[in-house]
């Protein structure tokens, strides 16, 4: 599994100081108390700070070289800043030990709580800086494992790989529509430009350049293998704000607004024990993925999930331990289900496999970090927003047909429910199938429906397999929810539960006897002809557009009266409420929305003076 490097792209512009008074400062504020490799105090963090900031400006000035601390007895502590950004009370700061390329150095935190490691990976020695409560910064030689925890040789000597030549690898669902741009089948694009959600100021940056001709990937690996590392990247980080992104314009734009925002994981073109720092993520030291084409799983699967436990050591996550794997927990094959910080590859077998983060439920745990508080609190990563927080319609054609391109959501939190309303006017019959759809995804999927007397009717969590279905339900005339959550199986000693059954999922099916739509739906490029209104009306009509396209373009063409047009998405538009608009003095509209997000798109026309005989027409890009 796992590694590390630096990359010496951001130059913020450091602060300045006059020498004289720097020397002063340094003299009067660190105090070396213990021998080398043992605990050491260097002063306060505010005077480390603005140290390293100097030595950015200035190589020559640092502060080992100011007389406060012999060189010769404690060279650990000298080090050489490539990138340093003090930005509203916080800090970054990375380099490496002058004199050792094989080594690197990271800090983050404020002027009260500092932290961070440096690593002589040569002489296999590190060192711990923290913090106490009074400011003061401290440094205490500790095990290379504790800042590197993959680098353990003996692990590797004692776990056998004959089981991985014949890997299950997982399977799209067929429901996988591009609902979010992670998700779905590769389809040509440039893996070069893989991006997970647009326009986030949290960056993670999936450096392959080192494995890449250009947008060829080396090595006989295809851009499918390719696209499928960054998509399961994408997948185990998909509940939080956090673009996952290969493509190196974006890293560098948001590392420069602010690097505590992003992390960043280095490909290397040969084989090796991929690891990475611990708790560099805010920082530009970097885990290193070997390639090991020979592993037995194809590039795209087992380099993906080590991609996914390597930057899970960035963000501050140890390994989950326990049972026979000793560091490194092997899951509970009876559930399918283990820690990926833990020993993915014993789960090569797995069909149904799910790998999730883990909070150490499991009776042999001996790690109970727990992982999504490490990220969200620790980190400062935000989860995305609830995509259904009140509920939603259930969305039907006029056939009763319930597509996955309309219906889907995401389970983003511990506990998060999604509700789908729908109406049975007569005695009704559901078919319905609800799946995960993230390509190595976290959730498992529990369904219930309820009646308006807010009684149960039926529910569904098939067993080791991770979608919930519904079968020939028969259903009597009234108000339904369908409510949808994060499964769990066993108990959370011996099984899982649902802390991090999060992801995407989709539905389809039919529902016979329901309330026929109001809306009129429309066919992407196919007119729609012979539309009326009357003056002062409004006319609906609506189209279902999957993730990752260009546009929308929604056409009006008529030879008389005024119609109007506005569109928005999934709610009917106002003439106030809109993501575009047309209202000229003709029935002859267009308006288009650029780079639309997934989901159900209505077009309202209305009849600023009455009109017949138009087509209407929306074109998805």
Partial sequence: MKNHTYKKSFNAKPRTFNTGLLCALLLSAFNVTAADGARQEIGTAQALIRSLGA????????FMRSGEVSTAKNKHLDTEITDYQLKDGLVSVSGKARGSANSHFYLKGTEKNLRGYLVRHDEKKAYEYST????IVSVTEVAISKVVPDLDENWL???SFNTLAGAIHPVYSPMALRQ???IGPYNNEDVTKLESKPGSPWVFYLNHSAVMSGTTPLNGVTKENMYRVWQIVADQYSMYNINITTNPAVYNAAKSANILRTGVLNFVNQDGRSNAPLSSFGTTAAGTLYRNPSSGFDYGYGIGMTAAHEIGHQMGMNHDRGGSGGEYFEGIAAYQWGPIMGNYWMGSQWAASRWTWSKGEYNTASNFEDDLRIMNVNESIPYVADDNPSGKNLSLDSAGNINPVANFGQIERTGDTDTFNFTVTGNGRLDLKIDPIEYFGMLDVDAKIYNSANTLVA???????RSAEFIALNLSAGNYRLVIAGGAEGTPSNGFSNYSSLGYYGMKGTLTGSTPPADIMLTS??????????TGTWKYYAIDVPAGKTSIVFNVNGANGDADIYSQLSVKPTTSSYKCKSDGSTSVETCTVNAPSAGRYYLGVYAYSAFNSL?????VN
């Fill in 180 to 182: 979010a741009r992670h």
């Fill in 157 to 159: 000597k004692a776990t």
């Fill in 55 to 62: 030595q950015h400006a200035n190589p020559n000035a640092s």
């Fill in 459 to 465: 529910s569904s969590n098939k067993a080791v397999n």
């Fill in 132 to 135: 106490d409560a009074k400011g």
């Fill in 525 to 534: 490029g196919v007119a729609l002809s012979n539309q009326s209104a009357a």
């Fill in 615 to 619: 087509t209407v027409k929306a074109t």
